[in-house]
């Protein structure tokens, strides 16, 4: 396999949760964002922190130096410090920018080159497939959370709960094809 063809692929699953992300952050009210139903969660906008600083840190000069950077306070980003919607999508769309450029200079490299997270030497390949562990999983935390706050209100992102005939229905009428998943699932978002 090419690293196109692999990094083309992660690239589009990716953009799937930043988008499936938003698309939960733009149905909440500003303050939505900073609700914490206990001591023991975070809010959204705390998530939001740590992921973008999750991503600044790894993906940061990621071939010359650690991605644990020294500069990193990994503990300060579950402090809740933000105080706008605004500063909140900053956050967010410095840590996407910063990892997605980090993936296309990834185009001419072999995905076997190792670097290093926390002084743990890995391939490219490892600390990319780390990450689509690590980000849809907080991903996944923003969308449940919003869900739980909008109630009733709540606009789906995926198949809409008792509507899985339906969208079969409509997958199996169309001829077979050879595409990603998260073309189809894109175009549902827009």
Same mark, same amino acid.
């Given at each position: 396999?090419?690293?196109?063809?692999?990094?083309?692929?992660?690239?589009?699953?990716?953009?799937?949760?930043?988008?499936?992300?938003?698309?939960?952050?733009?149905?909440?009210?500003?303050?939505?964002?900073?609700?914490?139903?206990?001591?023991?969660?975070?809010?959204?906008?705390?998530?939001?922190? +740590?992921?973008?600083?999750?991503?600044?840190? #790894?993906? @940061?000069?990621?071939?010359?130096?650690?991605?644990?950077?020294?500069?990193?306070? #990994?503990?300060?980003?579950?402090?809740?410090?933000?105080?706008?919607?605004?500063?909140?999508?900053?956050? !967010?769309?410095?840590? !996407?920018?910063?990892?997605?450029?980090?993936?296309?200079?990834?185009?001419?490299?072999?995905?076997? @080159?190792?670097?290093?997270?926390?002084?743990?030497?890995?391939?490219?390949?490892?600390?990319?497939? #780390?990450?689509?562990? +690590?980000?849809?999983? +907080?991903?996944?935390?923003?969308?449940?959370?919003?869900?739980?706050?909008?109630?009733?209100? !709540?606009?789906?992102?995926?198949?809409?709960?008792?509507?899985?005939?339906?969208?079969?229905?409509?997958?199996?009428?169309?001829?077979?094809?050879?595409?990603?998943?998260?073309?189809?699932?894109?175009?549902?978002?827009?």
């Amino acid at each position: 396999m090419k690293n196109n063809n692999y990094l083309e692929s992660i690239k589009k699953q990716f953009l799937y949760y930043k988008t499936i992300g938003e698309k939960a952050i733009d149905q909440l009210e500003e303050e939505q964002l900073f609700i914490s139903v206990n001591d023991n969660t975070n809010s959204i906008a705390t998530i939001i922190k +740590h992921l973008s600083g999750n991503m600044l840190s #790894r993906w @940061t000069d990621f071939l010359t130096s650690d991605g644990e950077k020294e500069w990193r306070n #990994r503990d300060s980003e579950f402090n809740e410090t933000l105080n706008s919607k605004e500063e909140i999508l900053e956050l !967010w769309n410095a840590g !996407w920018n910063c990892f997605f450029n980090a993936l296309n200079v990834m185009q001419d490299l072999e995905l076997t @080159t190792i670097i290093y997270i926390r002084n743990e030497g890995q391939s490219i390949l490892d600390a990319v497939n #780390r990450q689509l562990a +690590h980000y849809p999983y +907080h991903i996944g935390q923003i969308v449940f959370y919003a869900k739980m706050l909008k109630k009733d209100e !709540w606009n789906s992102l995926s198949i809409p709960k008792n509507k899985s005939d339906l969208y079969n229905d409509d997958k199996f009428s169309k001829e077979k094809s050879i595409k990603n998943y998260t073309d189809d699932e894109m175009d549902k978002l827009k």
